[in-house]
């Protein structure tokens, strides 16, 4: 080992402080794209003060010189001294990472109970990645301002400028982008309008307008929409040929003593509308943050709209013999918006694209099952009309299955004795899960659903196929399963492949949670990397994520009863347990349990965290631009004159893994 190497004492440990880690790592706080997250940031607060009840105008202006400006007439940024940092709040709010006031979840009263930003990272995404930051705030009599500087240190102290009614409150920011840290940084101006448009629409209330400043005149154009979802709706879908005619409604949690797993205030509101042709539209949003990527919310909607529409079916009797209808036959031509609250979010990364509280599947699909089913039996013509689509649709989809499953069947080999195949013959909804021995197989098995999941347990770790030829890869038996089980022939990077006759949509490595499975998964992504490509390329492989752990959470009190949670890894288990301190759990009350494999699953916990669709987290395996890059490091990693490099590597950058080798 160098001398660099062995040299590893504590003066080598950074401790990343104030606002270091976002400048250090930006792409973990922010999209690098272009700024558009680092203005949603403040438009989300003041947002917050409209759903607060405090805010009628939210005016969002783009400038010439590349900022972008705020303002509100909401409360106004405290600006009191913080009694913790002896400085003033509103300096805390920009400077210092996991501030705020939105984390006081066992105060009923508190306006941000459920509020979007709850990373605690927020308005200093946009102050650290910005040249200049302006805040003014108008509060307490008086106007106020501070400004900061490059890196978001403070440039100007806040300062007393001029007296004001007391009537006047409200809140400026104008910001500059800092271009080192992103690709552009122009705004991307569609998005954003999208954005606001949506935001009048979960606000009736607020008024919402973006101005755009161009050869020094500024045009502008606003949103209201005192109909709120209704209205909005109603524009969105205009000129579509509907099936039915609209369905709204919401539902929210009134008193904690309705339910035993959610929170008073939780609940959502929704629009939905079954349309014959035209462009679909699908939106999803919790507290105001638009999740264009679904998420577990969106889960809970198809959940509970499909069971109410597959039971009005069967008690109408319009089901056909040997005709199952699934999901995707009730989604086909169904156009909604969705906005739910929920009090304590989890998103997947910064952005908040996508939401994966498991807890809000079972949210949604309660509160909308039983007002869809009371309004399809209350309008039995529409209601029947929608069945009728959804019955064609799988139809279609039945006929097209079959017409696929017969073109395959005569050149299909015989499939391995190993592999426990699933009911269904579409391929374009089946999924397989490739296991890590017996044990797991067997659980998998046992959690599954024998309808469109099929499990293909393996033998021990799969062979490194880096370097293995065409010629010799079918020599090793468990790479021969795999192969015939997915139904596509081994082929190389650039050429083309047949992939017609591939029996899944998704192929599913599912590993455990420790050194040793990700050491498989590796070895698996090396053999589809090297010898399947196209099936990447197409988006066909994932990686499933089990959980390492589960934390068992004591009741607190009859309102909220205890609670089994599960997190992906030790970073997951320390947010959770911050999280829970916040909720008002007594620290260390609850037990943390560490799973050692997947076969320590009991089937019901393997298919509610890993192999259910509507609340597994699955990573999808994408190729990146820079394929020369990924075929290096392939090289580098599995190649077997590599030992060397891998050694190396190791010694230079292993220190930055984190591993669990218990």
Not at 212 to 233: A, R, T
Not at 340 to 360: H, T, W
Not at 430 to 457: H, T, Y
């Amino acid at each position: 080992m160098s001398k660099k190497a062995s040299t590893y004492t504590a003066d080598d440990i950074e401790i990343l402080e104030d606002l270091t880690p976002i400048l250090h790592r930006p792409g973990m706080y922010t999209d690098p794209v272009n700024p558009n997250h680092a203005l949603v940031e403040v438009i989300d607060n003041a947002s917050d003060e409209g759903l607060a009840g405090y805010a009628k105008n939210v005016e969002i202006t783009i400038y010439e010189d590349g900022s972008a400006e705020v303002v509100d007439d909401g409360r106004g940024i405290p600006i009191d001294i913080h009694k913790t940092k002896k400085i003033p709040a509103i300096q805390v709010i920009f400077t210092t990472l996991h501030s705020g006031g939105k984390f006081r979840k066992t105060d009923s009263e508190s306006v941000y109970r459920i509020a979007g930003g709850l990373h605690g990272v927020g308005v200093c995404v946009s102050n650290a990645l910005s040249t200049k930051l302006e805040a003014e705030v108008k509060r307490d009599g008086a106007l106020h301002q501070i400004t900061f500087g490059p890196n978001g240190k403070v440039k100007t102290p806040l300062k007393k400028y001029k007296k004001l009614p007391l009537s006047k409150t409200g809140t400026r920011i104008r910001f500059w982008p800092d271009p080192k840290y992103f690709d552009s940084v122009k705004f991307d101006l569609n998005e954003l309008t999208a954005l606001l448009r949506a935001k009048a629409m979960l606000l009736p209330g607020v008024r919402f307008s973006l101005g755009l400043e161009k050869n020094g005149k500024i045009d502008v154009q606003s949103w209201h929409f005192p109909k709120g979802i209704e209205g909005y709706f109603a524009e969105a879908i205009a000129g579509q040929d509907a099936v039915a005619t609209t369905f709204f409604g919401e539902r929210y949690i009134v008193d904690s003593s309705e339910s035993d797993s959610f929170a008073e205030g939780e609940g959502a509101q929704w629009a939905l509308s079954w349309t014959g042709d035209g462009e679909i539209i699908n939106e999803s949003y919790v507290n105001m943050i638009p999740t264009r990527q679904g998420g577990t919310h969106v889960s809970g909607l198809r959940d509970g709209v499909y069971q109410a529409i597959k039971s009005f079916i069967d008690h109408h009797a319009m089901g056909q013999r040997g005709l199952k209808v699934v999901p995707d036959d009730v989604w086909c031509r169904a156009n909604f918006v969705l906005a739910c609250k929920i009090l304590d979010p989890q998103f997947k990364g910064q952005v908040k694209n996508e939401l994966i509280s498991r807890d809000a599947f079972k949210l949604v699909s309660q509160m909308i099952r039983d007002p869809i089913e009371l309004w399809l039996n209350q309008h039995v013509d529409e209601g029947k009309r929608i069945a009728e689509l959804v019955l064609r649709q799988a139809v279609q989809r039945t006929r097209s299955a079959q017409k696929t499953e017969r073109k395959k069947s005569s050149g299909v080999a015989v499939l391995p004795g190993k592999l426990t195949d699933c009911a269904s013959e579409d391929p374009t909804r089946n999924e397989l899960f490739i296991v890590e021995g017996d044990s797991a197989g067997g659980s998998a098995k046992g959690a599954r659903d024998k309808e469109f999941q099929a499990i293909l347990p393996l033998k021990g770790k799969p062979k490194n196929t880096w370097q293995d030829a065409p010629s010799s890869l079918y020599s090793n038996k468990e790479i021969e399963a795999i192969a015939i089980a997915i139904g596509v022939d081994h082929h190389v990077l650039g050429e083309s492949a047949d992939l017609s006759n591939l029996r899944y949509k998704k192929i599913n490595i599912l590993a455990d949670a420790d050194v040793d499975g990700a050491h498989i998964q590796v070895l698996l992504l090396t053999l589809f990397f090297r010898h399947f490509p196209r099936l990447i390329q197409d988006g066909h492989i994932f990686i499933a994520q089990p959980p390492l752990f589960r934390v068992d959470v004591p009741a607190q009190g009859k309102s909220k009863p205890g609670r089994k949670l599960y997190v992906l890894d030790e970073v997951e288990l320390r947010t959770l347990e911050e999280k829970l301190v916040d909720e008002g759990v007594k620290r260390d009350s609850w037990s943390v349990s560490r799973f050692k494999g997947l076969g320590e699953m009991s089937p019901d916990q393997l298919w509610d965290t890993t192999l259910n669709p509507d609340t597994r987290r699955v990573l999808q395996v994408t190729y990146e631009d820079v394929m020369e890059e990924s075929l290096d490091i392939f090289g580098m990693m599995m190649a077997r004159e590599n030992a060397g490099q891998r050694r190396n590597w190791m010694e230079t950058f292993g220190n930055l893994v984190e591993a669990d080798f218990s």
